[in-house]
């Protein structure tokens, strides 16, 4: 036995992307070999995480909502609510050390909070599950 290192004749290889959508594995196959239908071992047997049946399809949420009617309400009828329930806490914590003027101060802000969230309510423009969770916070 010797130390020499033999290395074989010089092989040609294709190099291409899986052609499944979202994947982004390199195949790499001797030239002369094709790969089946383009896609890596993974996807070629189904256990890749990240491919999806692309003719499948899924449920519409519905028409869509520009950033202005969705997500401007949505977040000021969050912080309207966290704002309410953290008056109302604060105001209970003054209450038990006997600050009386600055517990009526907070039960006002927690009043305008609530105020507040009533108008967004109203204009109908949050999802009633997002309502629902808004409602419930503590």
């Given at each position: 036995?010797?130390?020499?290192?033999?290395?074989?004749n010089a092989v040609n290889w294709l190099i291409h992307n899986c052609?499944?959508?979202?994947c982004t594995v390199t195949i790499r196959v001797p030239v002369g070999?094709?790969?089946?239908?383009?896609?890596?071992?993974?996807?070629?047997?189904?256990?890749?995480?990240?491919?999806?049946?692309?003719?499948?399809?899924?449920?519409?949420?519905?028409?869509?909502?520009?950033?202005?009617?969705?997500?401007?309400?949505?977040?000021?009828?969050?912080?309207?609510?966290?704002?309410?329930?953290?008056?109302?806490?604060?105001?209970?914590?003054?209450?038990?050390?006997?600050?009386?003027?600055?517990?009526?101060?907070?039960?006002?802000?927690?009043?305008?909070?609530?105020?507040?969230?009533?108008?967004?309510?109203?204009?109908?423009?949050?999802?009633?599950?997002?309502?629902?969770?808004?409602?419930?916070?503590?």
């Amino acid at each position: 036995m010797s130390n020499e290192l033999t290395v074989s004749n010089a092989v040609n290889w294709l190099i291409h992307n899986c052609t499944t959508p979202g994947c982004t594995v390199t195949i790499r196959v001797p030239v002369g070999e094709q790969h089946k239908h383009g896609l890596c071992k993974w996807c070629d047997q189904r256990r890749a995480y990240n491919t999806r049946d692309p003719t499948r399809t899924y449920a519409s949420t519905g028409p869509l909502l520009s950033l202005d009617e969705f997500g401007v309400d949505l977040f000021e009828a969050i912080k309207a609510q966290a704002g309410s329930i953290q008056a109302f806490k604060k105001a209970e914590t003054y209450r038990t050390k006997g600050l009386r003027e600055e517990a009526d101060q907070a039960e006002r802000e927690a009043i305008v909070c609530q105020s507040t969230l009533e108008s967004i309510l109203k204009k109908n423009t949050i999802a009633v599950d997002n309502v629902r969770r808004i409602l419930a916070m503590q």
